[in-house]
């Protein structure tokens, strides 16, 4: 049930900051939703971690190299491994170690870089996955309480196939960002404004200017993107290209406080990637130290994550007056024909003495 402007305009302005608080408290009291996250994280990767496995195996054997390649990274044998790998192994390089590879994948995908097939494959899988689990997720942060495994995934199964419709608007805006605006920026202004430049330094801060307004128009999709998806389950619309008119609008009269709401979402993760990158393992750390920093840092992500999202289910629903969830009642699962026909005995005694 959308709510008007009017009933906007007559409840009080929500603080970003005690929106961006109470996401962050919501996430933290509910655990599961975080280990769901996690899991599902994990299962993404397990296929590539098995093929880099197989083929590790398949070089190192039972070599003298095995025993020293466990000791850390050796770049000579992984120069020799590279020019000879092929599928997801061609993924393993340095720039796997520890911060490098979190940098590297955001500036191909920045750069319209072709990425591998297997990142490929494992990126499309995690956004499916994404897709299927943002319903349930949005729809546990909006009650603010625990809901059965039943519910969470017969919410996340019926907004599945409306997510995947709004992805098709929202894809094809990002393709339009990097169809047309990506090459006016740095083919055409870039090479127009850097022909005459004399110094290194102004060709950087004018690329740099650059990327930040690449970064304003992505993230504007991209808000656009969140409040349609929370206006979607908070208010069970099924029309997606209403959501998507329906977050502009949103959007639009609360452009500087959304903005804000969005950039301390942003910094915090700033934060995590800052952290990440003093603490990230190097070659010749302890493997199970190594793995227990990683994990940490992927809850740190998935909090990050799951509290962007419940920031904005927050601000959504003080803002319109949703505090008290609107949507459809919990799904609970039809009872076997077996446990009906007993139900239906029991409310009916005389049925049940025709029976005997």
Not at 168 to 183: C, D, E, K, M, S
Not at 239 to 250: C, D, I, N
Not at 266 to 292: C, D, H, K, Q, Y
Request: aromatic share 10%.
């Amino acid at each position: 049930m959308p709510s008007s402007p009017e009933a906007s305009a007559a409840r009080p302005r929500v603080p970003i900051i005690a929106a961006f608080l109470e996401g962050w408290r919501r996430v933290l009291r509910a655990p599961r939703l975080s280990l769901t996250a996690l899991a599902a994280m994990f299962l993404i990767a397990l296929p590539m971690a098995l093929g880099m496995r197989g083929a590790l195996q398949a070089h190192l054997g039972a070599s003298s190299e095995a025993d020293r390649a466990v000791e850390g990274w050796r770049p000579d044998w992984a120069a020799e491994f590279g020019a000879q790998a092929q599928g997801v192994a061609r993924t393993f390089t340095h720039e796997i170690l520890g911060f490098g590879g979190t940098i590297s994948i955001v500036s191909d995908l920045i750069d319209r870089e072709a990425l591998s097939p297997p990142l490929v494959a494992a990126a499309t899988t995690s956004i499916l996955v994404w897709v299927f689990l943002s319903g349930g997720i949005l729809d546990r942060l909006a009650r603010g309480r625990p809901v059965g495994a039943a519910h969470f995934f017969g919410v996340s199964a019926v907004f599945f196939w409306r997510f995947l419709r709004l992805g098709v608007l929202i894809g094809a805006a990002y393709w339009a960002l990097f169809r047309w605006l990506h090459p006016w920026l740095f083919e055409d202004l870039y090479g127009r404004w850097t022909r005459d430049v004399m110094r290194e330094g102004d060709g950087i801060a004018i690329r740099v200017a650059l990327y930040g307004v690449l970064a304003l128009a992505l993230g504007l999709v991209s808000v656009v993107a969140d409040f349609a998806k929370v206006r979607a389950v908070v208010e069970d619309r099924r029309s997606m290209v209403g959501a998507v008119g329906a977050a502009l609008r949103f959007v639009r009269r609360r452009a500087v406080r959304v903005s804000g709401l969005y950039l301390l979402n942003g910094l915090a993760f700033v934060a995590i990637l800052v952290v990440w990158r003093w603490t990230a393992p190097s070659g010749a750390a302890s493997p199970w130290l190594a793995l227990l920093v990683t994990q940490v840092y992927l809850l740190a992500r998935v909090w990050a994550k799951l509290a962007f999202m419940a920031s904005e289910v927050v601000f959504f629903q003080g803002e319109l007056a949703h505090a008290h969830y609107t949507a459809a009642p919990d799904v609970v699962w039809p009872d076997s024909p077996a446990a009906e026909a007993i139900d239906n005995l029991a409310r009916s005694p005389d049925a049940a003495a025709r029976l005997l």
